[in-house]
C-alpha cells in the first residue's frame, strides 16, 4: 500500500466509513439551554475562542430513526461562543451509541465522540404527557437527565429561508515520541444549514445537528415550553460536561424532524486553523 491508497480512518486498508457525506432520516431532537460560570467555560475552550460573561451552554439529546451508520442515539454539550468575530458553537463533551459515528466524529471532525447510554424516545408515550431523555455511562450511572413538557407549537422547520449554523470541532492526533507535541492540534469548522418557515420565535439558535442540511418543504414541528422543566447534570469518575453547572436555565425547545444531510461544506486546506500553543 501506498499513502495515496490509505483510507482517512483506520484501519487504512478497510475503511469502517465508507461515505463522505452522512444523511439521516427521522432525527428528534430536545435541547436545554442555560447559563453557565465564564471560568469554567474559558477552562474548556482553545484560547483563540471567545465567550461572554455567564456564557450560554446548550445540551441536546438526539435520536436518528436511520443514517449512513444506522440508527443512533447522540448527547451534545455545546458553549456558545465567538471566533474571529463570528458567532460558533464549541463542542467540549460529545456521546453516541454508535460505534461508526464514534469513529466519524473523533477521526474526521474533530468532536471528542465517547460511546454512552442515551435513553430518549420522543414517540414513546406515557401517562405525564412529558419527554424524557437520559445519558448513562457505564450502563446504569446517570451523567444526565432532562425532563420536557411541551406546551405549544412554535412554527415548522422547513428549506425555506436556510440559517447557518456554524460549530467548531479540536482535532488532535497524538505524538507518537511519549512526552513529543501533538502530531495534529487544529479546529475544524462546520456549517449545517437549518431551514425554518413561520417560525413565531428564534429559537432555532439552539439547534445544532452537528453538521446537517434540512430538507424538503415541512420537514419538522417546532415545540417550545411552558412551566415544568427539568435539566439535572452530575460529575461523576467520568464527567459529561466538566464543570459547566447550571446557573440559569433559559430556553427548552424540541424539533421533531425528517431527513438531514451531513455535509462536509468547507475545503478544510481553507478553513481548518492551527491551535494558539
Not at 464514534?102 to 405525564?128: C, H, T, W
Not at 404527557?129 to 425532563?147: C, H, K, N, W
Request: charged share 20%; proline share 6%.
Amino acid at each position: 500500500m501506498t499513502r495515496n491508497g490509505f483510507a482517512q480512518t483506520m484501519p487504512v486498508h478497510a475503511d469502517p466509513l465508507s461515505f463522505t457525506n452522512a444523511s439521516f432520516r427521522g432525527v428528534n431532537q430536545v435541547t436545554f439551554s442555560y447559563r453557565t460560570n465564564a471560568d469554567a467555560a474559558a477552562a474548556l475552550l482553545p484560547a483563540d475562542l471567545e465567550i461572554e460573561q455567564d456564557p450560554k451552554v446548550s445540551v441536546m439529546f438526539l435520536s436518528y430513526a436511520f443514517s449512513s451508520i444506522g440508527p443512533f442515539r447522540e448527547y451534545i454539550h455545546i458553549i456558545h461562543a465567538r471566533f474571529r468575530g463570528e458567532e460558533v458553537g464549541f463542542v467540549p463533551h460529545i456521546f453516541i451509541s454508535n460505534e461508526r459515528g464514534m469513529l466519524a466524529g473523533r477521526e474526521r471532525e474533530g468532536y471528542p465522540k465517547l460511546l454512552g447510554e442515551i435513553d430518549f424516545d420522543m414517540n414513546q408515550s406515557n401517562v405525564y404527557g412529558l419527554v424524557t431523555a437520559r445519558l448513562s455511562r457505564p450502563a446504569g450511572v446517570t451523567l444526565a437527565q432532562g425532563i420536557f413538557r411541551p406546551s405549544e407549537l412554535v412554527g415548522e422547520i422547513s428549506a425555506a429561508n436556510p440559517q447557518i449554523v456554524k460549530v467548531l470541532g479540536l482535532r488532535v492526533v497524538g505524538s507518537a515520541v511519549p512526552g513529543g507535541p501533538l502530531a495534529v492540534c487544529e479546529l475544524v469548522p462546520s456549517a449545517g444549514v437549518l431551514g425554518r418557515r413561520n417560525l413565531v420565535r428564534r429559537r432555532l439558535a439552539d439547534v445544532y445537528w452537528c453538521v446537517g442540511l434540512l430538507r424538503s418543504a415541512s420537514i419538522a414541528d417546532h415545540w417550545s415550553h411552558r412551566g415544568h422543566c427539568v435539566l439535572q447534570l452530575r460529575i461523576p469518575a467520568a464527567p459529561a460536561h466538566g464543570n459547566l453547572s447550571i446557573r440559569r436555565v433559559m430556553q427548552r425547545s424540541t424539533a421533531k424532524a425528517g431527513p438531514v444531510v451531513h455535509a462536509r461544506p468547507f475545503d478544510t486546506r481553507l478553513w481548518v486553523f492551527k491551535v494558539q500553543h
